[in-house]
């Protein structure tokens, strides 16, 4: 008997995807500015690959799940992205493996231990202008908080709001890592748009799960 599927899992999936299809021109925007202006494409291409599997994701354990997403991610998203969020995903998996059915907590520190990964492959850390000023304030966050306590909403949304101070802090400054790296302070006042990018996938996580 295939496992009986937390419908949460599938509408997080469904508004991630509607969203980055519909962030594809915005992203794509930012990365023209800081970088080589694909970054919406390469996302779009990933989410619209995840939506044509979407049925069969589904229905998978989370840690199964995870480790599919990373392989389409892998496939289809290429660029620094691809191979960071792949990276991630697959150290996501990994710390939901041996649990039945993944609670608050759980998916708190998966999110966590993704980021970290991140973080090691791309040798990088909070303030040196890439996706991490808005992961890793988020995890930080999410993972700071008892599970316990009551207002799991209300908990994603300050996360949300921690990722999009990290974005703003990190617009003031010059970039240390990735193609923006090579632009000085040109690159100043604009967004970075990996970063712009996780407020967009954990904005549209918070509508499914509200
Ligand atoms: P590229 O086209 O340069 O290969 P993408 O467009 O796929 O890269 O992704 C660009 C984003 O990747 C940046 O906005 C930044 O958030 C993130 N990024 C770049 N380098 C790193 C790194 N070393 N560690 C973490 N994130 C990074
Ligand atoms: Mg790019
Ligand atoms: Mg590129």
């Known amino acids: 008997v295939a496992p009986a599927s937390d419908p949460r899992i599938r509408a997080s999936l469904q508004q991630v995807i509607d969203a980055l299809g519909e962030a594809e021109t915005y992203l794509t925007g930012l990365d023209q500015q800081v970088g080589d202006g694909d970054l919406g494409l390469n996302l779009a291409r990933g989410a619209a690959a995840i939506g044509s599997e979407l049925d069969a994701l589904a229905g998978q354990h989370p840690a199964e799940l995870l480790r599919s997403l990373s392989a389409i991610v892998r496939r289809t998203v290429g660029g620094t992205s691809g191979a ?99 632009l000085g302070a040109r690159v100043v006042g604009v967004a970075d748009p990996g970063a712009e990018a996780v407020v967009v996938w954990l904005q549209a996580i918070r509508r499914a799960l509200g």
């Open 84 to 182: 960071l969020y792949a990276a991630g995903l697959l150290r996501a998996a990994a710390t939901l493996q041996a649990i039945d059915a993944p609670g608050r907590g759980d998916w708190s520190r998966a999110l966590g231990e993704g980021a970290r990964a991140i973080a090691q492959l791309g040798d990088a850390r909070i303030g040196d202008r890439t996706m991490l000023d808005a992961l890793l304030p988020a995890a930080a966050v999410l993972e700071a908080e008892p599970s316990s306590s009551g207002d799991g909403l209300g908990r994603l949304g300050r996360a949300i709001e921690a990722a999009q101070q990290g974005v703003r802090d990190s617009s003031s400054t010059a970039s240390r890592r990735g193609r923006s790296s090579y």
